[in-house]
T-cell receptor, first 112, second 115 residues
Framework: GEDVEQSLFLSVREGDSSVINCTYTDSSSTYLYWYKQEPGAGLQLLTYIFSNMDMKQDQRLTVLLNKKDKHLSLRIADTQTGDSAIYFCAESPANQGGKLIFGQGTELSVKP | GAGVSQSPSNKVTEKGKDVELRCDPI?????LYWYRQSLGQGLEFLIY????????KSGLPSDRFSAERTGGSVSTLTIQRTQQEDSAVYLCASSLVGGAQETQYFGPGTRLLVL
């Protein structure tokens, strides 16, 4: 079946790195996504990784994918207070029209 | 152009009433998705449209929920005989042609409260 798991909370100090972890179950998923949701705002796509990659870097964001273990992580370097938000991991199972299966979301709190 | 818009932004209704939630996708996007975000269930897929047809309705929680899309554009999600457990934020997203490789653009959501 399809299931995505994330830890619910993460607290870091400003300037530290944050690492948010996610596990998924559907090995057919060819794309895996990270979305960000700020209070009162909609979901914003942060980054995605194709399943034949094991790493993708985009400015302060690094995505690592371990396809064998079905483990995905998002690292935010030099975390700022403006990064405080809920981060959702999502998989998109193959041949299902692009529907997204989301994790529960990790609430990131950045303390000054 | 404009992003995905949804209306109303907030809806308070009494248990047993019907509600209609509207989604205006990005112009030219053929794929449209409805999701629900609630405290107990997280963010869950409801239904997906490709044009005016819905190839995947697997996420609709009961037969009280239905959705339609007309003219390949606007979509309406209808909840009949609302229950308190229907209280949630209903999110709509659209993408150009649909598929796992495409970015879905989300609207701001409709916050539904059933009293």
């Amino acid at each position: 079946g399809e299931d995505v798991e994330q830890s619910l909370f993460l607290s870091v100090r400003e300037g530290d790195s944050s690492v948010i972890n996610c596990t998924y179950t559907d090995s057919s998923s060819t794309y895996l996504y990270w979305y960000k949701q700020e209070p009162g705002a909609g979901l914003q796509l942060l980054t995605y990784i194709f399943s034949n990659m094991d790493m993708k870097q985009d400015q302060r964001l690094t995505v690592l994918l371990n396809k064998k273990d079905k483990h995905l992580s998002l690292r935010i370097a030099d975390t700022q207070t403006g990064d405080s938000a809920i981060y959702f991991c999502a998989e998109s199972p193959a041949n299902q029209g692009g529907k997204l299966i989301f994790g529960q979301g990790t609430e990131l709190s950045v303390k000054p | 152009g404009a992003g995905v818009s949804q209306s109303p932004s907030n809806k308070v209704t009494e248990k047993g009433k019907d509600v209609e939630l509207r989604c205006d996708p990005i112009s030219g996007h053929t794929a449209l998705y409805w999701y629900r975000q609630s405290l107990g269930q997280g963010l869950e897929f409801l239904i997906y449209f490709q044009g005016n047809s819905a190839p995947d309705k697997s996420g609709l929680p009961s037969d009280r929920f239905s959705a339609e899309r007309t003219g390949g554009s606007v979509s309406t999600l209808t909840i009949q005989r609302t229950q308190q457990e229907d209280s949630a934020v209903y999110l709509c997203a659209s993408s150009l042609v649909g598929g796992a490789q495409e970015t879905q653009y989300f609207g701001p959501g409709t916050r539904l409260l059933v009293l």
